[in-house]
């Protein structure tokens, strides 16, 4: 089946600095990924939808400038939390999208900023 | 605005009965609705999907049924079984097949022994 990687799981970054998520398509292309926050007990909120090669498109409310996001193959794109704060801690989720397989989340990654 | 909504936070059923989890929606350009399964600290697992033109897809111990009408649709698990405790996502799909989805804000089922 289709499985999509994220990493890190979990990370833990001073106030200020920048965080890198990974997420990787292990075993097909994605055609769309899609980068979604949660905050505990809400939904997952879509923040920015990424095709390969082309810029991404940012939710209402989503600051581009701070949450960097390239998508530079059909397998991997990132997302970037630049110059964090406190309020950015939040768990952070991608899912790629394939024709045959659907939606594929990867695990999640837990950042928490201090 | 929420346009997926899961009004009961937590339900809590005993082994062997039925599950009911329940969603509403408010956007009509939804064309799939989902329901994913989702552990703490993990991303969520796609379990069933319903095209808007149907009214129940089945698979195994799963049935959602879609009622257009009401802008409802819900989720039964039966038997219902311990290992199904976990957060359920009902999600709706905007934009067609390259779309993105909507999601609720979930629902905790504990199934009790």
């Known amino acids: 089946g289709a499985v999509v990687s994220q990493h890190p799981s979990w990370v833990i970054c001073k106030s200020g600095t920048s965080v890198k998520i990974e997420c990787r398509s292990l075993d097909f292309q994605a055609t769309t990924m899609f980068w979604y926050r949660q905050f505990p007990k809400q939904s997952l909120m879509l923040m920015a939808t990424s095709n390969e090669g082309s810029k991404a498109t940012y939710e209402q409310g989503v600051e581009k400038d701070k949450f960097l996001i390239n998508h530079a193959s059909l397998t991997l794109s990132t997302l970037t939390v630049t110059s964090a704060h406190p309020e950015d801690s939040s768990f952070y989720i991608c899912?790629?999208?394939?024709?045959?397989?659907?939606?594929?989340f990867g695990s999640g990654t837990r950042l928490t900023v201090v | 605005d929420q346009q997926v909504k899961q009004n009961s936070p937590s339900l809590s059923v005993q082994e062997g009965r039925i599950s009911i989890l329940n969603c509403d929606y408010t956007n009509s350009m939804f064309d799939y609705f989902l329901w994913y399964k989702k552990y703490p600290a993990e991303g969520p697992t796609f379990l069933i999907s319903?095209?808007?033109?149907?009214d129940k897809n089945e698979d195994g111990r799963f049935t959602v049924f879609l009622n257009k009408s009401a802008k409802h649709l819900s989720l039964h698990i039966v038997p219902s079984q311990p290992g199904d405790s976990a957060v359920y996502f009902c999600?709706?799909?905007?934009?067609?097949?390259?779309?993105?989805?909507?999601f609720g804000k979930g629902t905790k089922l504990s199934v009790k022994p």
């Open positions: 319903i095209s808007s033109i149907k």
């Open positions: 999600a709706g799909r905007i934009g067609g097949s390259q779309g993105n989805l909507i």
């Open positions: 899912s790629a999208l394939n024709r045959v397989y659907g939606y594929t």
